[in-house]
T-cell receptor
Framework: GDSVTQMEGPVTLSEEAFLTINCTYTATGYPSLFWYVQYPGEGLQLLLKATKADDKGSNKGFEATYRKETTSFHLEKGSVQVSDSAVYFCALTSNTGNQFYFGTGTSLTVIP | GAGVSQTPSNKVTEKGKYVELRCDPISGHTALYWYRQSLGQGPEFLIYFQGTGAADDSGLPNDRFFAVRPEGSVSTLKIQRTERGDSAMYLC?????????????FGEGSRLTVL
């Protein structure tokens, strides 16, 4: 079945460091890929998405590129801020249905 | 409010009791989802409604779990004979109809604790 695997945390970085959170997927057909973020005390919210191969999603300085050849959708940011501290979830939805499949989440803490 | 609203935010109950969790989606969103999230895990799909009907209930773990959406807006997740293993955060999300590649809008969740 469809699934998402993302790197385990927690991740602790200093402010202005480079961030990569790895995500790989297994899916039939041509899934759409997402990164959702959960800030402390808040609900999950969409960070970025890509709906077809080679698309790059971007938002708030974060980027992720849909790589079909490596079945990956790694999240990157060149310079993290304290306000980026949150839990990040990789997710996919198959074009054959309406289910969203989420990874287990990666907790990020950015220290000043 | 403009977002997805879930009540109660916290519910503590005893083993064997009946529980209802409510979700009020964003106005105009015909698709509604229930997820369950255990500590340290990602959201796990339970059920998906398109309008009033359950289009996919394959994620409900057993027949103690049931969900309704009688008027195509508010939904209630019902858990009978609760067990300690049911303790989790229950998340509701809504989206525009037909937006398979679209965005889910989540509520802040209802945390259920079964003693």
């Amino acid at each position: 079945g469809d699934s998402v695997t993302q790197m385990e945390g927690p991740v602790t970085l200093s402010e202005e460091a480079f961030l990569t959170i790895n995500c790989t997927y297994t899916a039939t057909g041509y899934p759409s890929l997402f990164w959702y973020v959960q800030y402390p005390g808040e609900g999950l919210q969409l960070l970025l998405k890509a709906t077809k191969a080679d698309d790059k999603g971007s938002n708030k300085g974060f980027e992720a590129t849909y790589r079909k050849e490596t079945t990956s959708f790694h999240l990157e940011k060149g310079s993290v801020q304290v306000s980026d501290s949150a839990v990040y979830f990789c997710a996919l939805t198959s074009n054959t249905g309406n289910q969203f499949y989420f990874g287990t989440g990666t907790s990020l803490t950015v220290i000043p | 409010g403009a977002g997805v609203s879930q009540t109660p935010s916290n519910k503590v109950t005893e083993k064997g009791k009946y529980v209802e969790l409510r979700c009020d989606p964003i106005s105009g969103h015909t698709a509604l989802y229930w997820y369950r999230q255990s500590l340290g895990q990602g959201p796990e799909f339970l059920i998906y409604f398109q309008g009033t009907g359950a289009a996919d209930d394959s994620g409900l773990p057993n027949d103690r779990f049931f969900a309704v959406r009688p008027e195509g807006s508010v939904s209630t997740l019902k858990i009978q004979r609760t067990e300690r293993g049911d303790s989790a955060m229950y998340l509701c999300a809504s989206s525009l109809a037909g937006e398979v590649t679209g965005e889910l809008f989540f509520g802040e969740g209802s945390r259920l604790t079964v003693l």
